[in-house]
């Protein structure tokens, strides 16, 4: 087994008897679980649960300008592919972060219509870069 420089561990030698002492169960379920449910990045947008991310960003959309002549809406949100596989982020030493996309639109109503019966004047769709 070839190391590198880069991974930065020291090579740890076992001079017991015995080898495997105890089978150890993955101690990550919880928390790999409870990510995935957080994200529902496999889920498709009409079989979403109001939870995690997506509950998220419904509570905060959608927002309305002060004049009510503009609304943006949460449409939908999804995950790009991450910039290095999970071993060479652990070479590097880099976090394995995958864009965060969302789609928005944006609804402009015509100012010169009475207040009671909002006209749509244009609608414009876009995804937006959230962060990672």
Known sequence: MAYSFTEKK???NSFGKRWDVLDVPYLLTT?????????????????RLDEGLHAALRSVFPITSHSGHAVLEYVDYW???????????QQRGANYAAPLRV????????KESPASAKV????????IYMGE
């Open 103 to 110: 789609l928005v639109q944006l609804i402009l109503y015509d």
């Open 10 to 12: 020291r090579i740890r």
């Open 31 to 47: 928390q790999v679980d409870s990510y995935k449910r957080f994200l529902q990045s496999e889920v498709p947008l009409a079989q």
């Open 120 to 127: 749509v004047k244009e609608v414009k769709r876009q995804e």
């Open 79 to 89: 995950l790009g592919e991450p910039t290095f596989d999970v071993k060479e982020c």
